[in-house]
């Protein structure tokens, strides 16, 4: 028997549902434990690692492997989850037009160890109680929100692209939907990720301006160690154009060990494959 699987996990899907999905195609594995080691968003796509058997007992041991994601950020536009299911907030008016030179220029400061703060919808503990608890009851401004320190070993721009308002707003509305609805109780203070004020705010940012109006979209690729988020590496990639951005969309590649090297960008000495 395997001691792992590497599954590639859908945008809307859970890791749970990935793990469901694989039992039914796979019978013979239905009475066998199964967890995955690292999960990923909602709104996130991409590679999954999943221990089997007895595996699961040595979970502790993957739980710190490093991992390379593509992402997208939207720039003029930010919410309070750092991703388009966030209840957001709108420029007045549309950020200047975006340039590869000052993308390079801004991400060159924020590769090596850095420190990045907690995304407010995580799981991170404060008082004994997840940030995203105290972001929906509203006391967020009460605590301090705890930092993490993270490795960014490689943070590269490879495209720039424009999409217009009225693209932005299908494309947001299309991946909110594809979520399943939440009806579990001990969820319902998230109100089925406030699915309904999110959604609300998207048609507002269609009638805020004219259709055609542009966004800049820059695409990156990074090579990360483990737990840093790339939706809070999204707004401080913005924040050092002085705009608003967030994650338009998140995509993870390759999960393993990554290790520095000097005059080049550092090699895998490990790779989970499926």
Not at 25 to 32: F, G, S, T, V
Not at 40 to 45: E, G, H, I, M
Not at 222 to 242: D, F, H, N, P
Request: with cysteine; proline share 4%; charged share 25%.
């Amino acid at each position: 028997m395997k001691k792992y699987v590497v599954l590639d996990k859908k945008v809307g899907q859970t890791p749970l549902q990935c793990i469901d999905l694989y039992k039914k195609k796979h019978p013979e594995l239905i009475n066998i434990p199964m967890t995955y080691a690292g999960r990923l968003d909602p709104l996130a796509s991409g590679k999954l690692l999943i221990l089997i058997g007895e595996e699961c007992k040595h979970k502790e041991q993957y739980l710190h492997l490093d991992k390379q994601y593509t992402f997208q950020v939207l720039f003029g536009v930010s919410s309070d989850t750092g991703d388009i299911m966030g209840r957001l907030h709108l420029l007045k008016q549309l950020p200047k037009s975006i340039t590869k030179k000052n993308l390079d220029i801004a991400v060159k400061t924020l590769t090596g160890e850095i420190e990045l703060p907690y995304p407010h919808f995580s799981s991170k503990t404060v008082q004994g109680k997840p940030l995203h608890t105290w972001a929906l009851e509203g006391k967020i401004n009460e605590i301090e929100i705890p930092k993490k320190k993270s490795i960014i070993y490689n943070l590269r721009c490879t495209n720039i692209i424009e999409r217009n308002r009225s693209d932005v707003y299908s494309y947001a509305v299309n991946k909110i939907k594809t979520i399943p609805k939440v009806t579990e109780l001990r969820k319902a203070i998230g109100n089925d990720f406030r699915r309904k004020d999110i959604l609300s705010d998207w048609d507002t940012f269609l009638q805020k301006g004219q259709a055609d109006d542009t966004f800049s979209l820059a695409t990156f690729v990074c090579t990360a160690s483990s737990g840093t988020y790339m939706r809070t590496l999204a707004e401080v990639i913005a924040k050092e154009l002085q705009t608003y951005g967030l994650a338009y969309s998140i995509h993870r590649t390759k999960i393993g060990i990554f290790k520095r090297l000097p005059f080049i960008n550092g090699i895998w000495l490990k790779a989970y494959t499926k």
